[in-house]
């Protein structure tokens, strides 16, 4: 077999660009539809969690040893930031695939996901890219673009897993996961909002009148309606698993309705969809919630007949 130098080291190359090639086309070829499939699928789709944390750790160290290895005590960290690199890289690809896996199997979709699954493709074409530039790097030969264009793509890519992650915690944990306990005064020179409302400036107090400021009361949707929705409905009805085109985790878009439209009439128990999926006998293929998921209790349906009737206010 004729087997020059040239071919051999291309081969690896051209694998490479298939494996890139066939991630991009993820996405398109099976994109998460928010239909679940076979269970054998979501199991394994459910280690991505667990997974995507390992090349997440080998990336952040690459870094850390390419500089550490800068000085010349310290100069064999540069060989194990090779092999580090390699291995972030096989994690990275695994990771995106097992995850698209969970994505496709399990019910989700919507943007965030789109936005995460997307991220993870491109991530783990970026550590391909990475490993052919450090070649170069290393080598100190080829074209200068690369040589040179190795520790900028080395930190683009951290910021694209930075990103990356940032969505798929996103998708586990809230977008307020980080933030919501932050010190006002953090929050505040972050340009954040803050959760606590701003204290109203005290009335000008008239004579007679107590100049007290009366605290606005939580509504009754705030107190009563919205936890019940939460723990009942939202798991299915999110940005990233939205049944039905219906997002039940603010007001505005519950009211705003899914596929069928609004599904909360004012003042109608009737017309109203949300009130008849959930009094329907519990077998019924459109009583909410699906899944066998334990059906609301009495009192928790008097309390949303109470709110729909008194008008359904925010
Ligand atoms: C286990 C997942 C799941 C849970 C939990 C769930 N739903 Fe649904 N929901 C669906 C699916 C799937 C659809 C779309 C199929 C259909 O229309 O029956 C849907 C559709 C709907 C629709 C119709 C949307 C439209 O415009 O077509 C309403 C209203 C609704 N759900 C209300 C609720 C309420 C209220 C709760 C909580 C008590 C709830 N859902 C909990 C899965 C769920």
Known sequence: MADTPRSRSLTPILAQLGLIALLLALPFIAPPDGRERASIAQFFGRFHPVLVHLPIGLLLLVPVLEIGGLLHVWRHLQKTAGFVLTLATIGAVVATAVGWLLAW???????????????????????????????????GEGYLFIRLGYMPLLFATIALMSWTSHQGSVITHGDDYLTKHMPAGLKQFLGLKSAVPPAKPAAEPKAG?????????????????????????????????????????AYELLMEGGDSGPPVIAGSLEKSDLYRRITLPTDDEEFMPTDGKPALKPDEIKLIAEWIMAGAQP
């Open 209 to 249: 009148v107590a100049a007290e400021p009366v605290p606005a009361a939580p509504s009754f949707y705030v107190e009563k309606i919205a936890p019940l929705m939460e723990k009942h409905c939202v798991a299915c009805h999110k940005p990233s698993k939205i049944k039905g085109g219906l997002r039940m985790d």
């Open 105 to 139: 199997s399990g019910g989700y979709e919507g943007e965030t996901i789109m936005d995460h699954l997307w991220g993870g493709v491109w991530l783990s074409a970026a550590c391909i890219v990475l490993t052919w530039f450090r070649h170069g790097y290393m080598a």
